[in-house]
C-alpha cells in the first residue's frame, strides 16, 4: 500500500462505492491512479506522474473552483463521483474526508432542462427486506397474483417527489421507461433479480446503484417519509401501501447520504395510482414515438413536433401531460377549456408568451435555494421570475380569459405571499450582483443600516485612495503618477522612471520597475488597512445577511415552487392553443362510449412534413374490430398510429388533427408493431411479437384501444394466419377492445362476415397500366386483392417467377395442393406435390382434402413433365393417388398396430430392418416394371 498523499487517497477510495474520488489538494482537487486514467479519458485531462515513496502513480486534477462541470459531465456520463475535501486539524496538518457523493440521480447542477429522476423500486413481499422474492420471474406477468411492486421518483433539481404503487411486471417496465430515471436502485432483493436488471440495462439509460438493505425496511422507511413530510401529509396522499412507502422512504435515506444538501428540496410529497392515468406499456411509448423516435432521436417524435413551450419547466410539463394522459374527464375538459380559450385569443396568447420567455426555472430555482446552492443571481432570477406573475394576472384578468380556467391556473398559487417574497428581495438584492458570492456587491444600500455605515466608510477610503494620485500630482508636481493595487504590494504610488528622482522624502521605494518606480507613505498604508479592514467586515456582513435572505426564501420554497408551477402549466397550455391555432386542430368531444369517430384526421407529425390526405375513422359499439388492408407503403401504418395519437392527445387535453372527433376515453393503449430495434437488439423477433401480443391479450380491457400492425409475420405463414386469426376472435369475442388492426393476411378480411362487430377498411390505391398510386384514402371493404406479389413485380423481380407466385397464391387461396416443380441432378425436370393439408410432401399428388376430383396438376401445369425417378408416381400423366403400393400399405399396417411399450429394442431394430426390405424390394420391381 502506498503511503503520502497517493495513500491517503487510496484510503479513502474504500471508505466509499463510488466510481471515481475527487480529493482536495490545496487548491486542487485531484484524481490519483485508476481513476486518474478514466478522468482524463472522459475529460480530456493531461495525466501527469505523481512519485510517492518510490513508486510512481498517473495524476489528473482540476482547479477547486472549476470542479462543477467535471464533476457535472463525469456524473452525466453515468459515473458515481466522491469528493473528499482538506481541512486543518488540530496539530496543523491537512486531512481529507468525502463530503458528498454525486450520483445521477442527485446530481443538481445539471446541464439541461429535462426532469432528472433517482428511481428507487421495492417487489413487495420481501417484508423484511431479505426473504427470496417469487414475484418477478423474466416471464411478462399479468396483472393477477402478482406482488406489489413500490415505486418512489425523485428529482432533486425541482423537487418532485412522486410515488405508487404498481401491479406487476409490464407496469414497472412503463412506469420506468416513462420516466426514464438517471439512476434506479433496487430494493434488496431486486438487485439480483436477473430480469429487472435486465429490464433496467435494456430499457433505460439511467445507471443502476446498489444502496442499503437497510433504507428499505418498512420502519425505517415509514420513518424517513414521516420525517420529511410530516405524517398528516404521509396519510393523506394514500400511502398506506407498504411497497410504495419503502421505496419512498429509501429515496429519501439515498439522496440524504449523497450529502449534497438537496433533501430540503423535496418539499411535497405526491402520490398517485396507476389508474387515474392511460395505461401505455413501455413498447407502446417507443412505438408511438411520443418524445423520441424508435431510432432514438427528438426530432419527429410528437413531443418535438407540438412543443412551442418557451420555459425549461413548460417543456417538462408538457411531456409529462403526453407521456401520461388522463381519464379522469372533468379534468380533461378544464385542461381543454383553458386550451380553447387560449387559442381563441391571439393576441392575449402572444402577450403571455412574451412575458413568459422572461421566466426562469423557478422550480429548479427553489431547489437550489434549500441546498444552499442558489447564489445572488439566482435570487435575482427568482425575485424577476416573481415579478412576472402580476404582469401575466394583467394579461388574463384585463381580458377575455378572466372568466376561464386560465385565470384558475394564475389563481392557485399564493399572490400575496409571492409578492411579499418578491419585495422583500427586491429591497435586499442589488440590481446586478456580481457571480461570486464573497466579493461584496450582493446586497443593496438601505437593507441593513450597519451594511450601509461599512459601504459608506468602505467608498469614502476608496475615495481617497482614488483621488490621491490626482493630489499627489498637484501637491508636488508631479507628473505620471497613478495609484494601483496588487495582490504582493498592496496599494502603492507608481512614478514614472523621469520624475522618480522628485518625489518627496517621506515616499518609501518599495520596487523598482523596467520604467518605473513603486512608493508608499505612511498615509496611504494607514488608508490601506481601513480599506482591507472595512472590505473584509463588509464581505462578512453581507455574505451573512445573504444566507439569511438565502434561508428566508428556502423557507419559502413550496411558494416559489407553487408558481413556477403555474407559470409552466400556463405555458404548457399556450403551447398547446398556438399549435391547435395553427394547425388547425380542433377540440375532440370527449364521451363516455366506446367510441372514437374521427372525420378528416391527420397524422399529428407526418402532417407537418407531408400533403397529408386527411382520413376518416369510426370505431364504435357495433363496429369495434376494424382489419386494415392494402399494399405495402399505402398508409396503414399511419393511419392506425394516427388513430392512436389522436386518442392520445385528447387525453393528454390537447386539441387533435381533425376537422370533428368524438372521442370515448380509455384507459389503456396498446400498439405492436413493425420489429426495427428489436432486431438490433438480437432477440428472437416472432418471440418479442409473440411477448407483446400476449401482453396486449393480457391486459387490454373493453375500455381499450388496441392497435395491431401486423401479428404472426415473424413465423410459417399458416402459423402466422392461426394465431392472427384466433387473436382476432379473441380480442372481438372476450376483450372487446377497440381495435384496429393491419394484416397482410388477406384471408383475415373473411372474419367480418362472421364476426358481427369486425369491419372490413383498405387503404385505397389507384391501378392503371401496371402503375400503382397511392391514395392514401381510407375506404370500407377489404382490398380486392394481395399486394405481395404485385410489390415483387414492381421491385422487378422476373416475369415467370412472378407469374408462377400469382399461380401459387391462387392454389392457396383455393386450398389446392401445390406441385414442387425442380431439376433432378440429371437436369430433369421433376415434380413432387406439396399438400396443404399435411404441410409435406406427398406421396400422392392429388389434393384429396378438397374432395373435388380435381387433379392437382391442372392443365397450365401439363407442360412439366414429371421424370421417371420422382417419388411420387412414375407415370407422366401425373398419377391417381389412389393407387397406392400394397406392399408398402402392408407395411405401414403392421408399422401402425406395433405396440411400442411393449416391443423390445432388439425385436424392434429386426422389424424395422424387414420393412425396410420390404419396400425397397418393391420400389426396384416397379421400377423395372
Ligand atoms: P404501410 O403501413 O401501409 O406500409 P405507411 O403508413 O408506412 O404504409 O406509409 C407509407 C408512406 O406514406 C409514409 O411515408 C407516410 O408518410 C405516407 N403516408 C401515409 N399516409 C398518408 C396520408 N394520409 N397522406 C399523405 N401521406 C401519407
Excluded at 457571480?435 to 459608506?456: N, S, W
Excluded at 357495433?622 to 382489419?627: A, C, P, S
Aim: proline letters at 3%.
Amino acid at each position: 500500500m502506498p503511503t503520502g498523499i497517493v495513500g491517503e487517497f487510496l484510503e479513502l477510495k474504500t471508505e466509499t462505492d463510488a466510481d471515481v474520488l475527487a480529493m482536495q489538494c490545496g487548491d486542487f482537487y485531484e484524481f490519483f491512479a485508476d481513476d486518474a486514467e478514466l478522468v482524463a479519458d472522459e475529460l480530456d485531462l493531461t495525466v501527469s506522474q505523481k512519485s510517492s515513496h518510490g513508486s510512481s502513480y498517473p495524476m489528473a486534477g482540476v482547479p477547486l473552483t472549476e470542479l462543477t462541470p467535471y464533476l457535472r459531465a463525469l456524473v452525466e456520463r453515468g459515473y458515481r463521483v466522491a469528493v473528499a475535501d482538506q481541512y486543518e486539524t488540530d496539530d496543523g496538518g491537512h486531512a481529507r474526508e468525502i463530503v458528498r457523493v454525486v450520483t445521477p440521480g442527485t446530481l443538481l447542477e445539471t446541464s439541461d432542462d429535462d426532469a432528472r429522476y433517482l428511481a428507487t423500486v421495492v417487489a413487495g413481499g420481501d417484508d423484511d427486506g431479505r426473504t427470496g422474492d417469487e414475484t418477478m420471474s423474466g416471464e411478462p406477468v399479468s396483472g393477477e397474483g402478482t406482488q406489489p411492486i413500490g415505486v418512489a421518483f425523485a428529482d432533486v433539481t425541482t423537487g418532485r417527489f412522486l410515488v405508487t404503487e404498481l401491479d406487476g411486471w409490464e407496469d414497472l417496465r412503463a412506469e420506468l421507461y416513462r420516466f426514464d430515471p438517471a439512476e434506479v436502485v433496487p430494493g434488496p432483493t431486486l438487485r439480483n433479480n436477473d430480469a429487472f436488471l435486465e429490464t433496467v440495462r435494456e430499457d433505460l439509460t439511467g445507471t443502476l446503484s446498489v444502496f442499503d438493505a437497510e433504507a428499505f425496511a418498512p420502519g425505517r422507511a415509514a420513518h424517513a417519509v414521516r420525517d420529511q413530510f410530516g405524517a398528516s401529509i404521509a396519510d393523506s396522499v394514500g400511502l398506506d401501501s407498504q411497497p410504495a412507502t419503502r421505496a419512498a422512504g429509501a429515496a429519501l435515506a439515498y439522496v440524504d447520504e449523497t450529502g449534497a444538501g438537496v433533501l430540503a428540496s423535496m418539499t411535497r410529497l405526491t402520490g398517485y395510482a396507476a389508474a387515474d392515468h392511460v395505461e401505455l406499456d413501455a413498447t407502446t411509448q417507443r412505438n408511438l414515438e411520443l418524445t423520441e423516435t424508435m431510432r432514438g432521436e427528438t426530432t419527429g417524435s410528437l413531443l418535438e413536433a407540438i412543443d412551442h413551450t418557451v420555459t425549461a419547466a413548460g417543456g417538462r410539463l408538457l411531456r409529462e401531460w403526453l407521456t401520461r394522459p388522463k381519464r379522469d374527464r372533468e379534468a380533461l375538459e378544464r385542461r381543454l377549456d383553458a386550451v380553447d380559450a387560449l387559442a381563441g385569443a391571439t393576441l392575449e396568447r402572444d402577450r403571455i408568451t412574451t412575458i413568459l420567455e422572461d421566466a426562469y426555472d423557478l422550480e429548479r430555482l427553489a431547489a437550489r435555494t434549500t441546498s444552499g446552492s442558489a447564489g445572488a443571481r439566482a435570487l435575482v432570477s427568482i425575485r424577476d421570475t416573481l415579478g412576472l406573475l402580476p404582469e401575466l394576472v394583467d394579461a388574463v384578468e384585463e381580458t377575455s380569459l378572466s372568466t376561464t380556467p386560465v385565470a384558475d391556473v394564475l389563481a392557485r398559487p399564493d399572490y400575496d405571499g409571492a409578492q411579499a417574497l418578491r419585495e422583500a428581495l427586491e429591497d435586499a438584492l442589488a440590481d446586478d450582483p456580481p457571480k461570486t458570492k464573497t466579493e461584496g456587491g450582493l446586497l443593496c444600500r438601505g437593507y441593513d443600516p450597519e451594511l450601509d455605515e461599512l459601504i459608506e466608510r468602505h467608498e469614502a477610503a476608496r475615495e481617497w485612495i482614488d483621488t490621491l494620485a490626482e493630489r499627489e500630482k498637484q501637491a508636488h508636481g508631479l507628473t505620471h503618477v497613478t495609484v494601483d493595487r496588487n495582490k504582493t504590494d498592496g496599494y502603492y504610488i507608481q512614478v514614472g522612471k523621469s520624475v522618480a528622482d522628485e518625489v518627496p522624502a517621506h515616499y518609501r521605494e518599495i520596487k523598482t520597475l523596467k520604467n518605473s518606480k513603486r512608493f508608499v507613505t505612511d498615509e496611504l498604508a494607514e488608508h490601506e488597512r481601513e480599506v482591507l479592514r472595512v472590505e473584509e467586515a463588509r464581505a462578512e456582513l453581507e455574505y451573512e445577511l445573504f444566507e439569511a435572505l438565502r434561508e428566508r426564501v428556502a423557507e419559502s420554497a413550496t411558494l416559489v415552487q407553487d408558481v413556477g408551477r403555474a407559470l409552466a402549466r400556463l405555458d404548457a397550455l399556450t403551447s398547446l392553443a398556438t399549435h391547435a391555432a395553427s394547425e388547425d386542430w380542433t377540440r375532440p368531444t370527449l364521451t363516455d362510449s366506446r367510441e372514437l369517430a374521427v372525420t378528416a384526421g391527420r397524422h399529428p407529425v407526418v402532417e407537418q412534413t407531408t400533403d397529408f390526405v386527411p382520413n376518416d375513422l369510426r370505431l364504435d359499439t357495433d363496429r369495434g374490430f376494424l382489419i386494415v388492408t392494402g399494399p405495402n407503403m399505402s398508409g396503414k401504418s399511419t393511419y392506425m398510429r394516427q388513430a392512436a395519437l389522436i386518442q392520445l392527445l385528447a387525453q393528454a387535453g390537447s386539441f387533435v388533427p381533425a376537422r370533428e372527433a368524438h372521442i370515448g376515453l380509455v384507459d389503456g393503449i396498446y400498439t405492436r408493431v413493425g420489429a426495427l430495434d428489436e432486431l438490433a437488439q438480437g432477440r428472437s423477433t416472432f418471440m418479442v411479437e409473440m411477448q407483446e401480443l400476449s401482453n396486449i391479450l393480457h391486459s387490454a380491457t373493453a375500455d381499450s384501444l388496441v392497435i395491431l400492425d401486423e401479428v404472426g409475420r415473424g413465423t410459417a405463414t399458416y402459423d402466422g394466419i392461426a394465431i392472427a386469426w384466433a387473436a382476432t376472435e379473441y380480442l372481438h369475442n372476450e376483450v372487446r377492445a377497440r381495435t384496429l388492426f393491419a394484416t397482410h393476411y388477406h384471408e383475415l378480411t373473411a372474419l367480418s362476415d362472421h364476426l358481427p362487430r369486425v369491419a372490413n377498411v383498405h387503404v385505397a390505391v389507384d391501378e392503371r397500366d401496371g402503375d400503382v398510386t397511392f391514395l392514401r384514402t381510407v375506404r370500407d371493404g377489404p382490398t380486392d386483392r394481395s399486394y405481395g406479389v404485385h410489390v415483387a413485380d414492381l421491385a422487378g423481380v422476373p416475369a415467370p417467377v412472378v407469374d408462377r407466385a400469382d399461380h401459387v397464391l391462387d392454389r392457396l387461396r383455393e386450398e389446392k395442393a401445390i406441385e414442387a416443380r425442380g431439376g433432378t441432378a440429371d437436369g430433369e425436370t421433376t415434380q413432387a406435390v406439396f399438400d396443404l393439408s399435411t404441410g409435406s410432401f406427398a406421396t400422392g399428388a392429388d389434393d384429396t382434402r378438397t374432395g373435388n376430383g380435381e387433379s392437382t396438376a391442372d392443365t397450365t401445369d401439363s407442360e412439366t413433365r414429371a421424370s421417371d425417378d420422382s417419388a411420387a408416381d412414375s407415370d407422366d400423366s401425373t398419377a391417381d393417388s389412389d393407387v397406392v403400393d400394397p406392399a408398402a400399405q402392408a407395411v405401414l399396417e403392421e408399422l401402425t398396430d406395433l405396440d411400442l411399450k411393449e416391443t423390445p429394442p432388439v425385436e424392434l431394430i429386426s422389424l424395422v430392418d424387414a420393412w425396410q426390405d420390404r419396400v425397397t424390394e418393391n420400389m426396384e420391381t416397379t421400377h423395372e416394371g
